[in-house]
């Protein structure tokens, strides 16, 4: 079955190209997809153009907008074993967090569909009787999405649901790897009703693929996920055109625990931030800063766990996490760690594929890596390695733990431990960081937004500001007793 959806049609690419995709935990062959090249997203773009332009979508009141986006909603709980298991194929992630991530899906269009209708705009008061003013909010026009392949499905509902939802139409291309979850909600969106044209998809690597996107001047928006460099480039190519630009870029994330922080729970949480879905997070707590009075037994401890940490496949029920993406990305891992040891960092566990184990072979796993005595100055705190390796800094006091916190280009996530909330308030002020949790670390809800200070990106996703972004705001006044004013009489 083809799985390119241009203009409302399904269809194979223009050149007949086609992908492998395989299982990164036990390489498997998953499917045989199309893959589309420049030609089929100039295509897409075209479609998306003329539904805007020409078709109901824009105009479609906006309750009746966000009823098809609840539809949606039950559609997706309808179909979530299937979608999670696809999900867990395409990534190699467990297919409980699979599960989990579909149910987050759910939430995100429910919420975008309740939304869409909330916000008609607002009456402006102009101190002047014979005029009246009002600000409205109308779509973009033509976006283009990218998302990333860590969690196909979730990033790209962060960017369909408010699109569709502002009245925007659409070109999404996700990642080359896991195109699965994003074959079927399209399907989902065709069986709501969405109207042709409004939602196109592409498949295929970003430098073919995706290329047209930043460029082409008949699309208004890029909003796009994924990492830094590829970040930079597509900034730089959109201005040209001066698009609107989002750009969620990943995250170098601090999980600073102070010496009066319940232990257990922060010791738990300090696995659970870096190791989930190994470490293929953008918001992972993949930098441990411990006050130096707390540094030996908590890092201990954090080891002596991390060492008993399950590897497996997304369907071995006695796994605790899975496999990383590809054979380059494991590579990238390797390197890195490497690189740190090599700048002085004290290897406590892992640093290793994992051996003796016929199950993980054919997959592309790495053990959980605690790096110790790392330094500010290293290539290991100040590059993501987006893998599962937590780096361990020491702090002395309140603002060295800030210090080292900011000392970084990136500012998506990060927590705090103390049970002195005079304290955790005080430094959450002080943090450059666009999440902050507070004895907690990974929680989210789609009413609050999303999104990094600094390098980690510019926009938001998810909360009302998720919902601006795929809008423009326009102001209207009126004159109510228009007479000559005689300026130039």
């Known amino acids: 079955m083809p799985e390119l959806f241009i203009g409302g049609t399904w269809r194979s690419a223009l050149d007949e190209r086609t992908r492998e995709i395989h299982c990164p935990a036990d390489g498997t062959l998953v499917a045989v997809v199309d893959e589309a090249g420049g030609k089929d997203t100039v295509e897409a773009i075209a479609a998306a153009r003329r539904a805007f332009d020409e078709g109901p979508w824009p105009t479609v009141p906006a309750a009746e907008r966000g009823a098809l986006l609840l539809r949606v909603a039950d559609l997706l709980q309808r179909d979530k074993e299937a979608m999670a298991r696809a999900e867990s ?9 699979s599960v989990y991530d579909i149910d987050d899906v759910t939430a995100c269009f429910r919420y975008y569909g309740r939304l869409a209708a909330a916000d008609a705009g607002r009456v402006i008061d102009t101190g002047n009787p014979e005029a009246d003013s009002r600000v409205v909010y109308e779509p973009v026009g033509v976006c283009a999405l990218i998302t990333p392949w860590n969690y196909p499905l979730l990033q790209t509902a ?4 408010p699109a569709l939802a502002a009245g925007n139409t659409f070109v999404l291309k996700p990642s080359e790897l896991t195109p699965h979850t994003a074959i079927h909600l399209v399907r989902l969106l065709e ?4 109207p042709a044209g409004v939602a196109n998809l592409v498949l295929g690597a970003g430098p073919e693929a995706g290329a047209p996107l930043a460029d082409h001047p008949d699309v208004d928006m890029v909003s796009f996920t994924g990492g830094i460099h590829t970040g930079r480039r597509l900034m730089a190519t959109a201005a040209g055109t001066v698009k609107k630009v989002a750009l969620e870029l990943g995250g ?3 999980n600073i625990v102070f010496a009066d922080a319940d232990f257990e729970t922060a010791v738990d949480m300090a696995l659970t931030a870096v190791f989930l879905h190994s470490g293929q997070v953008c918001s992972a707590g993949a930098r441990l800063l411990v006050e130096d009075s707390l540094h030996d037994r908590f890092v201990d401890e954090v080891v002596r766990r991390a060492q008993l940490i399950r590897l497996g496949g997304p369907f071995d029920e006695n796994a605790q996490t899975g496999a990383l993406i ?10 890195y760690v490497a690189a740190g040891l090599a700048e002085g960092a004290v290897l406590r566990c892992g640093g290793a594929r994992p051996t003796g184990d016929p199950a993980l072979e054919n997959g592309f796993f790495y053990l959980p890596t605690v790096l110790d005595e790392c330094r500010a100055d290293m290539s290991v705190i100040q590059e993501e390695s987006f893998g599962p390796v937590l780096t361990v800094e020491r702090f002395t006091d309140e603002a060295d733990a800030v210090r080292l916190a900011n ?5 998506l996530a990060g927590a705090v431990w103390t049970t002195d909330q005079a304290r955790a308030q005080r430094v959450v002020s002080k943090l450059r960081i666009g999440t902050i949790w507070i004895n907690d670390y990974h929680p989210y809800v789609p009413q609050a937004e999303w999104g990094g200070f600094k390098q980690s990106g510019f926009g938001r996703e998810l909360g009302p500001t998720g919902l601006a972004e795929y809008q423009e705001p326009k102001h209207i006044w009126r004159n109510t007793n228009p007479v000559p004013q005689g300026w130039f009489s």
């Open 326 to 335: 590809s054979a380059q990305h494991l590579g990238k891992v390797e390197a």
């Open 158 to 161: 962060w960017k369909v649901a």
């Open 191 to 194: 069986e709501a009703g969405l």
């Open 89 to 97: 194929l395409d990534t190699g992630k467990r297919l409980v967090e």
């Open 407 to 411: 000392d970084t280009i990136y500012g």
């Open 252 to 254: 170098k994330n601090p």
